[in-house]
């Protein structure tokens, strides 16, 4: 308790550079352990069990990764209000807003873990894949969609424990669980040869262990937080606030994967290896995104306390240093992306085709990667002040746009054509929402 409330007032109060960072660390590598879970799922599977199941985590991913960015994103909203609440130093209506999101959050994640299970052989069989990669992926899918739940509860405790102002204990206990999650791939897939459901388990059961670990960390250590079972109970007039946030980053963030999956679509009729190596790259991206992305969350957390306290300059401050800092993190990222991406894509599968469709991506996305570095800090500017419709507007609108541009230009240039259609979404991103966002730092 004493160690949260010392980093909350570091970022109410300390030095914005040295703050921001010492802030971000823990969630710059908690993301980076993240992408190991899914990382380490595909490197598993491409060495112990071949292509075909490789292919089938593949068109598998797109699905979750929808799923989960539904879940994240509320997670997200949920912790701006929270952020708010610590700020103003509302502590009953934090205990009112946390039974609520807590209950409401798990009734429509069990819906959503019923929908998936049921649409998801039919959109994989619409998308036009193999048979025999889509049994694969149904193996993995229908494991990891009875285990949503818990995937739903960690991201929310992680987001309520942020915004209380502890970065560490998220990232301390995905520290354990992805050591945990590797060793447990490796005996479930090598050693006892269970396969693809082996990983699946693998991953699902490190979910649980991490959902319980943060659960009862946050009821002993932050008393507004603290539930009886009488208090577990939905407070409409809260809900209406939750969804307010919610929604709205919730469907950014899945937005982001549903373009994501339309464009694996029409990535089919250049063959399996294509799309195989495009996911691997795409796995490599998000591993690289952890940086920025732990930027910006940092600097949310640091907006939303600061701006429910009302300290504007504090919000203008934060807006700068985050933008230099993803500046100087994109010059050193993407010389490093174009010098290593065979080998990155290599540590997925050993197939020259796979390689080389993940390659031309990876090499090609080097440089245009400065606008969604920028996109970030934008974003997360928008965000942390609590204007979270319009982030989802702007992610809408581009997805939207690089999906139309996909589809005409995929089949002119391959894989470069997604590369186009995604750098053009980025840079109207950048150049609309980042001139508003500019007008309204120096008017606060």
Known sequence: MKLQSQNKEALLTGRPLPTLLVFALPIILGNIFQQLYNIVDAMVVGKFLGD??????????????????????????????????????????????????????????????????????????????????????????????????????????SAVLRAWGNSQTPFLVLLVSSVLHALLDLLLCGVLELGIRGVACSTVFCQIVSTLWLAVYTARSCPPLRLTRGELKVDRREAGAILGFAWAAALQQAVVMVGRFLIQGMLTPLGTHSVTGYNMSMRVEQFLFCFSQGISAAMVVGISLSKGRGDTDRVRTFYFVSLRTELVLWLVLGAVLWLLAPRFIGLFSSHEEVIAAGTSYARTMALPYLFAFLGEVIQGYFRGIGRLRLTMIASMSQIVLRVILSALLIPLWGIPGICAAVTVGWVLLVLIEGGYSLKTVRRA
């Not at 997200?76 to 999101?101: F, N, P, S, Y």
């Not at 149904?138 to 969609?145: C, G, H, K, N, S």
Request: aromatic share 8%; hydrophobic share 50%.
């Open 52 to 157: 075909l199941p490789l292919a089938g985590i593949s068109i598998a991913s797109p699905i979750m990764d929808i799923l989960y960015a539904l879940l994240l994103g509320s997670s997200i909203g949920i912790g701006v209000l929270v952020g708010q609440l610590c700020g103003a130093e509302d502590w009953d209506r934090l205990k009112r807003v946390h039974a609520t999101a807590l209950v409401g959050g798990s009734v429509i994640t069990l819906g959503l873990s019923a929908l998936g299970l049921i649409a998801s052989r039919p959109i994989l069989t619409a998308q036009g894949s193999d048979p025999a990669v889509i049994d694969h992926a149904m193996t993995y899918l229908v494991i990891i969609l009875g285990g949503l739940l818990f995937n739903f509860l960690y991201n929310y405790y």
